[in-house]
């Protein structure tokens, strides 16, 4: 249990009297004490200072683009990129501030990469940049042991595969029609990671943020979710996207409400729930009258149940 969980247990137990509440949520460090202001102020400076030198240099070359030489550009790239990874090298290893290097040398060699294609014109599909962009900053992924950068080199992976398949078709060689290959592609990717993620992260203490893998949680419900609707308006001839998300449904039923619990991810599995189940008696009462009206019922008593059973999971998991 987290300090919040226990606090808010002996405040419902009432182990605390009410005059003392805001000593204890002070003393449990639940409120940020003085000196962690600074810090946080500090961090989300050096973030914002970091993002704006970036973005200023990409800015600075769209700006002076016909003014500055082809050498010059790409010195002045290069020379970015060179500084950053010094940067890191002097500073100490797995800090924020070596971190920040390493990831804004990441986000500078995109714009190195993406010039190039524009200046040598490689005729590079748009998906190429992307991938290619991930492969090459991936040692620097690995080095870093940071979560945003890992983030962000998926991010990457999910718009190479999206371009891709605008651009070349169907992306896995099953017969499972050009329409939902896009998501089964992306649900075994996001779904993969979120399967490491959740078996590494207690070994690896930096890869221990719960945000991260709810972040990969509701890319990979979106997709499942996403499948089982085109099952049900029969937008593909198989049901395989309808039988993988209840598969998914129950096992993440299972694994976040008995083996870890967690509330977030029951919540956004309630949601996908609903979602899907108010599209299926869509799809079978779209001939009948009042349509909508039964649908807005159905779509209040879903939540309905379902705010009731997260409220009383609740508690359960601040007891436990």
Not at 229 to 234: D, R, V
Not at 275 to 293: G, I, K, P, R, T
Request: charged share 10%; proline share 2%.
């Amino acid at each position: 249990m987290s300090q919040r969980q226990v606090l808010s247990h002996l405040v419902e137990h009432q182990k605390i009297a009410d005059h003392d509440i805001d000593q204890a949520l002070h003393t449990s460090k639940v409120y940020p004490s003085a000196h962690a202001w600074p810090a946080f102020i500090n961090q989300l400076m050096l973030w914002f200072g970091s993002l704006a030198v970036v973005c200023g240099v990409i800015f600075f070359i769209a700006a002076n683009w016909q003014d500055m030489g082809r050498v010059v550009k790409f010195v002045f790239l290069q020379s970015l990129i060179v500084i950053s990874v010094i940067a890191y090298l002097r500073l100490e290893k797995k800090t924020l501030f070596s971190q920040v290097a390493l990831t804004s040398a990441f986000i500078l060699l995109g714009a190195l990469m993406a010039y190039f294609g524009q200046t040598y014109q490689t005729g590079a599909d748009p998906w190429q940049l992307f991938f290619n962009w991930a492969l090459l900053g991936l040692p620097w992924v690995i080095i870093a042991c940071f979560t945003p950068l890992w983030l962000l080199f998926l991010v990457l992976l999910n718009l190479s595969l999206s371009l891709y398949h605008d651009a070349l078709g169907a992306l896995l060689p099953f017969g499972i029609g050009r329409e939902n290959s896009l998501f089964w592609s992306l649900w075994l990717l996001n779904n993969s990671s979120l399967l490491v993620w959740e078996l590494r992260r207690h070994v690896h203490p930096w890869l221990n943020q719960t945000w991260f893998g709810r972040t990969l949680a509701v890319a990979t419900v979106f997709n499942a979710s996403a499948l089982a609707m085109m099952a049900i308006f029969s937008f593909n001839t198989s049901s395989f996207g309808g039988l993988l998300w209840i598969a998914l449904m129950a096992f993440a039923f299972w694994f976040y409400w008995k083996r870890r619990p967690d509330l977030f991810m029951l919540a956004l599995c309630c949601l996908s729930t609903i979602v899907v189940v108010v599209a299926w008696f869509a799809h079978l009462l779209e001939n009948a009258l009042d349509v909508y009206s039964l649908l807005f019922l159905l779509t209040i008593g879903l939540t309905t149940a379902a705010t009731m059973w997260l409220k009383k999971l609740m508690k359960e998991f601040s007891h436990a």
